[in-house]
């Protein structure tokens, strides 16, 4: 079985690491040398940006 191709574009996952703060970890690293919880940021801040890009942000 092959591994399923990601939803986030390499650039938005990039951007948002940034924003989070461990862009220099993904650069030293990889991705997978972030930790499970900045991983786990990262796909809340994703869904943020979905939602307020769809209208449905909170105000």
């Known amino acids: 079985m092959g591994r399923r191709r990601g939803m986030m ?7 948002i690491a940034k924003e989070l703060g461990f862009y220099d970890t993904v650069q030293q690293e990889g991705w997978g040398g972030i ?9 809340k801040r994703a869904i943020e940006m979905a939602e307020q890009h769809m ?3 909170k105000s």
């Open 9 to 15: 574009s390499d650039q938005l996952k990039e951007e």
């Open 35 to 43: 930790k499970a919880r900045d991983a786990g940021n990262m796909v």
């Open 55 to 57: 209208g449905r942000g």
